[in-house]
């Protein structure tokens, strides 16, 4: 089955600088990668997410690269802002079956004003 | 925009009682989901149900648990008999259809088994 494996596990950046969260998975058949962050007790929300037919996918501050070959991919955070500061969850589907999510194990990141 | 509702938002319960926890899914959606997490851990994956059945399940998702659809609108999942490692957050997410790999995620119900 699928593996996905997410660093670091916390992160702390100043207000305007970036983030990165990387994440590596498995299995060479998965084929759409989801970005959640979570608030301190409330849902993932889906942020952004790329499909494998696709290397970038922006939107506004947050960014999501994918490279198939070395089956990892990452999210940057640009201009980092205090109410950034959250988990955040890489997943990743593979096309069998009915779309489990496989998430990594979540970094936490604190942005201080 | 629509969002993926649960009830109760926490649910205590003693070891060996049965619980249930109910979501209703965005309304046009057609695959529904259940996963939990544990406190301070990553979700992890419980069960996938689409056309009033179970399309996959986890190696977590034993005997004790079922899911079912009793009506047009809620998604249940029950616990028969509670442990107390089953005490974590229960997220129910849907999605629209199989190839639109989006999963919107309910605010989850804490479950506490003393």
């Known amino acids: 089955g699928e593996n996905v494996e997410q660093h670091p596990s916390t992160l702390s950046v100043q207000e305007g600088d970036s983030a990165v969260i990387k994440c590596t998975y498995s299995d060479s058949a998965s084929n759409y990668f989801p970005w959640y962050k979570q608030e301190l007790g409330k849902r993932p929300q889906l942020i952004i997410d790329?499909?494998?037919?696709?290397g970038e996918k922006k939107d506004q501050r947050i960014a999501v690269t994918l490279n198939k070959t070395a089956k990892h991919f990452s999210l940057h955070i640009t201009e980092t802002q205090p109410e950034d500061s959250a988990v955040y969850f890489c997943a990743a589907i593979l096309p069998t079956g009915f779309q489990k999510l496989v998430f990594g194990t979540g970094t936490r990141l604190l942005v201080s004003p | 925009e629509p969002e993926v509702t649960q009830t109760p938002s926490h649910q205590v319960t003693q070891m060996g009682q049965e619980v249930i926890l109910r979501c209703v899914p965005i309304s046009n959606h057609l695959y529904f989901y259940w996963y939990r997490q544990i406190l301070g851990q990553k979700v992890e994956f419980l069960v996938s149900f689409y056309n009033n059945e179970i399309s996959e399940k986890s190696e977590i998702f034993d005997d004790q648990f079922s899911v079912e659809r009793p009506d047009g609108s809620n998604f249940t999942l029950k616990i028969r008999s509670t442990k107390l490692e089953d005490s974590a957050m229960y997220f129910c997410?849907?999605?629209?259809?199989?190839?639109?790999?989006?999963?919107?995620f309910g605010p989850g119900t804490r479950l506490t088994v003393t």
């Open positions: 790329i499909r494998s037919n696709v």
């Open positions: 997410a849907s999605s629209l259809t199989s190839n639109s790999y989006e999963q919107y």
